[in-house]
């Protein structure tokens, strides 16, 4: 089995998975049992999906999905700021976290293809 716990976008997205989990904690109850969820289940499908990469011969076709997994939770954040349920400061910091590790997965994938 390949190890992934020692993989910096293993640990950068787990730190955002916490971040989230505590952003998530304080929204109306109105968001917390629906978007809340989501962004929380977003998150947990990236870090399988990182074990997944990491795992699989050909990296390419999960990376992509890893990718666009990223940019569905960077929508549903801007949903979560737009509907007030975090602030314009929560909303810069996941995203700085987002960006970080966008940069991971474009390193990955162009280690990948070659």
């Known amino acids: 089995m390949a190890r992934y716990d020692h993989i910096i976008i293993f640990q950068k997205t787990y730190v955002l998975t916490v971040n989230i989990y505590k952003a998530t904690g304080?929204?109306?109850?109105?968001?917390?049992?629906?978007?809340?969820?989501?962004?929380?289940?977003?998150?947990?499908?990236?870090?399988?999906?990182?074990?997944?990469?990491?795992s699989a011969e050909n990296k390419l076709e999960p990376l992509e999905k890893l990718n666009n997994k990223l940019e569905t939770l960077r929508i549903h954040l801007r949903l979560a700021f737009d509907l007030k349920a975090i602030s314009r400061g929560q909303l810069g910091e996941l995203n700085r976290q987002i960006e970080e590790i966008g940069k991971q997965i474009g390193g990955w994938q162009r280690w990948a293809k070659r």
Not at 27 to 33: G, I, L, P, T
Not at 36 to 53: F, N, Q, S, T
Request: aromatic content about 10%; hydrophobic content about 40%.
């Open 26 to 54: 304080n929204f109306k109850k109105e968001y917390k049992y629906t978007l809340g969820e989501r962004l929380k289940l977003i998150c947990h499908d990236l870090l399988e999906l990182i074990v997944i990469v990491n």
